[in-house]
Every structure is written in structure tokens, then in C-alpha cells.
């Protein structure tokens, strides 16, 4: 399935009355299973964990920020220290996104032309330009295993005309992509754009299954859509992608959000929603989310949840939790992303036993009781 | 040597020269050696570390911070979780401060009586009172180890007479903390005041020596008066304490100040130092401290410290670690602190074994060619 020897995925197990499946994917740096939940490592940390502490909670892969990390230490840098897996000490596969998407949420005074897009760093208002070639030397300096092609992220709301174009230059740009693959081990994985026009969607996955890419991405969605849009998108998409390559929706998301993805044939995703919510003291469990600051929990004696392995779990009442989150502690983001992070590999080991077992519509709807598609706020 | 019958004091080795010695002291919740390092757990956490983290770098106990836990969560609460053992959960000796520096450093409004002081709460601008009664009960509430009695921290400078009414007070309120002490094998140190008016120190010293207390501390030390002053008034002091009882210097120090301590007969050490340093990117060394924000870290391969066996060298570069500071990463908090408290207990270790070795001196006079008294910015 590839074309360079190394990468590969392979589809192991197909749920009935859904498109849910399970699968396998082979790196350079081992293999991971899917349906996948990759914590967003985006400054070569996930922050507030030690690596290990990621492995522990059942993450088999991680994914960086090209953006990030090209303003901050720099690629160069992170090359001569031995590439992200020596630097950041993770030894498991890494995924890097292609630094489009910050480009469009994050940099100030864009300009883009076919050739790719200047901008200013968010930082420091210095003058930088990415383009296909930029952003596969970026990434094949970092070292990842599986690169993502150079797109443009489209607006929402977004006039069809302008779609279009976007659409054509996003085509244009991740052709060239190809041409600047090493094709050393390392995957490379097209990203569909379309907004949610059903036919660009339709057009740009042919065009894009039409080149050798290892896999394929959905981007440019969950950016301010209706998720019924987003699922419709996902839907006429996933059925387009031939078993044979790995599927991931980009930036997704909420455990429901996943699982709905999952039904629509997906595989892989990756969101800070974990992380995020550690930082701000909202736990996820079975049950929903909990806001750990809440006066309720000054002195429950209980942990986050009850059977988590998590290291917030295993030791710490939720009153201590509250405590710290209450009294800004950072050890409140490393114990409650740890148990976060937990949850969501737990989440994704259920989905994948109940695909395997059959189970996976009942188990599905079993989460819908407590999680709805929206973010927790 | 304690009136209670489980804390316990033994001296095991005297060096030659200076009045350096080894100890050990026993606790209900465990020994621990002397000269010791204790780590400040100010809001029952070590910044940015866990439990389990902070024995790895070999500390034995911890402190905790009697003001700030009690206005948050509260000692009630505290007490409701199993007390701070429990709540936090560290298994070895906890000391817990009076309360008394931190309502003179960060409460307003202090009105200060012969009974107690009251003042306001830093965080809420609430009423709140400490007295010898109020501070014996949040500490054993806490579940506190090592309780210290409720003093008064003089401020510097301070004409005499002031100086001296201080002084009475502060004795007034120790010896009714006595009264208080639930004798149920949890030690209580008396803390010896005076500034640096030599004869009041003396008089404070006798005094206190003539009250049952466990062990005796300095305080109102090193808070803006000349090095050499402290350095005499802990002399004095030293000499004046039995070599049955632990000795507590508060608040110190940098690695030569806690040596120039232990030289003058000084056991017991706590400072903010190590994880401040950890916040602000400084790695404390053997050789001296270094800012990892420096641009000459930028692609340094090496670990902080070759021979360290903390998280941060152990698996990471100066390079990584500088990335994490300068990009406000919380990992860098973790690991730095995690370095500079695995130096600390190292060095106390080294100076415990030069005690016994008969070479303290040499020890001492080695770190002062890196390290000089004053903390580095």
C-alpha cells in the first residue's frame, strides 16, 4: 500500500450496520492501532506530561506542530539534535501537521499567492513563507513518520466561488508536496478540503485518491460549521477512501464527535480537548464531564472516576484535585490531562473491542447518554 | 530526648574543625538524616512535581505552609481527607511552618495584640486571626510531623526597643503554644527571634532552652540583613543548642549558605529556591547556577549535569530544556525542579558523607569557588 516499503496500514476487523473498523498502522517508529486517539503534542510536549506518562496512558502516537516548531526552536535545530523523537524522548510514532491550519487560525497579515503563503509569526512579527517544499523540508527535518501535505483551510462561511479557488491552489500545492517526498519510510498523507460543499468534497477526494499518498485527511472542518454538515461531509467522504489507507479527521474531537466519526469509517484523531480541559480543571469521564472546581467537590473523598488506572485516579481524592485547580497548582494540569489522555485511550480501546465484539452502535449510543457532539464549555 | 516518645534526635558524627555534624531524626511518620533539605510544599504540593517524584530526588520531608493552607482549603478540610499525608499523598515527615512569617510577609493589614495578630487574607481580603491556640490547631489538624510554635517575625531593620517588645511577645506566644501541644508524638520546635541584636538572640535562646520543646529553629533570618550578621547570630545560637536537639535554620538557603550553616552546628534547611529556579529556567550545578535561557544553550546536546540521575538528565538536553523555557512549557517547571532538587539532596548527601569522611571543609570551600552566599538572579 505504500510506496516506500515501510509504512503501511492494514484493516483487521469491520463492524456490522456501521462503517466502524478496526485497523493496524506501521511506522518507522512501530505500529499503532485504530480507531486512534493521537495526543497533540504542539510545541515537542504535551504539556504538562512527561513522555512517559503519555505512553502510560495507552498513547501509541503523538503528533507535533510544523508551525509551532518551525518558529520555535526552529527545524535546523531540532534536526541537529536528532530529529523530535530524541529530542522530546518519545520513541513512538509521530505525526506532523503541515503548519496550514496555524498559518490560517494563528499568523497575522496572510498573503497568498499560488506559490504558497507569506505571513507574520504570531510571536515576534517576523516575515515567513510556507509552501509545499518549505513545509516536507520542515517536516522531514523534525523527523516525522507521518507528514501531512501543504494545504489551505479554507474560511467558514466561505463564498463557493472563493472555495473553489482555495480548492485549486490546496490541489496544486499538495501535487507538489509529492514531488518533495524523500519516499525514505516516512508516510505522507493528502488532505481533502471543500468546505462543506458536497460536490468540492467529492472532487477533491478523486483528485487527491488519484495521487500516491499513504493516506487520507479530512481538514477544514469542526472550524464553525453545523456538525450535521461536518458528518454529511464525512460521510459521502469516508466511503470514497478505498479500505486500504488509513483515514483521519483532523482536529476531532469530542468523544461523541470520534465515535460518530468512527461509524462514518474513520480512523485516526487528534485534539487538545484533553489537554485543554486539564489546564482548566473539567474532567472527562464515562459519565460526562465534571468541572473539578465546582464547590461540590471541596471534600469528595471519591477520585475523577472509579476503575481509571490514571495517575490523578490511582492516588487523589477529587477534593485534592479541586484544591490545586483552585489554587492555580500546574501539578492540576499534569494530574488531570494525565487522567484525561487515560480516558480517551480508554475510549478508544472500548471502541475498538466493541467493533471487534460487534457491540459498537450499542456502545456508541451508550456514550450519547452523557456526552453530547458540542465541546463541553 | 522528646517529652512524647516517639520524635527523636541522635547525633552520629561530628567533624573535625567546625561544628558540622550528621543526625537523625525520627518521626511518627518516619527518619530522616541530618543536615537535611526539606522541599516546600507551600499549597501541599511541591510545584510542579509529583509525590513520588519529589522521594526520587532522595528528599525525606517535606514542608508545608500553615497560612496558606489554612485559607485554603482550610485545615477542616484537610483534616476531613485523612490530614495532609492523605490528602497529598506523601508518606514520610511533613514539617509544617506556624503561619507567623507569611502574615508578616503577605497578609495587609495586620493589627498585632498581645494575644495573636489579625490580619487580612492576601487572597480574599477576609478577617482572619492567628494566635498559639489557632496555629497548634491548623497544624495538628493538617496532621503535621514537626509543628512549629506561633512567633512573631521581627521586622528588618528594627530599632531595639521595638526589637525587644517583639521579642516578649514572641516568647509569650510559644510558651502558650505549649500548652496547646497535644503530646501524641508530633514534635513542636520552638523558633528563637532577636534580629540580629546579639543578646537578645542570647536571650531568646535561653529563654526558649528552658521550655520543653522538641527542637529549636532561627528564624527571622536572612530577610534583607548583611550575610555576616546572620552568619553570627547562627554561631551564637548554635553553641547555645544541646547536641540532643535538631537545629532549623528557616528560609535557607543557596547551597553555600546551608554549608556555612551546617559548619555553625545547623541540621535542617528549607528554601523556595530549587523550584523557583525551576520556574525561571535556572539550573542549579556543582559548578555554579545557569539560565537555560541563554542563546548558547540553543543546540547544547548536553544534559544539565553530566552524573545526574534526575528526569532532566537523564533523558534531555540543555538544548530541549531551554525550548521548554522559552516557550513557557509547564515540562520545564517539572524537569528543572525535578534537576535542581535532585542537586540539592545531592549535595546534602555530599556534605553528610564529607562529615563523616572528616572533609567538610574542603567540601565547603569547593562549592564557595562556584557558589557565592548571595542567591543568583
Redesign the interface.
Known sequence: MSPNGVFSFQELHRAPETLARCGKVTTKHGSFSTPAFMPVGT???V????PEQVADTGAEIILANTY?LHL??GEA?VK???GLHT???WQGPILTDSGGFQVWSLSDLRSIDDGGVSFKSHLDGSNLRLDPKIAMQIQTDLGSDIIMSFDECMDYPIERKAAEESLQRTHAWEEKTLAYHPRDGRALFAIIQGGVFEELRKQSAEFLLGLPFDGYAMGGLFIGEIRDDSMAMLELVGQMIPPGFPRYVMGVGTPLEILDCVARGWDMFDCVLPTRNGRHGTAMTMSGPINLKNARF??D?APIEEGCSC?ACA???R??L???V??K???A??LISHHNLSFMQRLMKQCRDAIQGGTFLQFRNSMAEFWTRKPSK
Chains 1, 2 share one sequence.
Do not use: D, I
Open positions: 510545541q515537542a510536549t504539556k504538562g506530561l512527561l509551532h520555535r526552536p535545530t541537529e539534535l536528532g529530542f522530546m524522548n471541596k471534600a473523598q495517575l492516588s487523589y481524592s477534593a485534592y479541586r484544591h490545586l483552585v489554587a497548582e500546574v501539578l494540569l499534569t
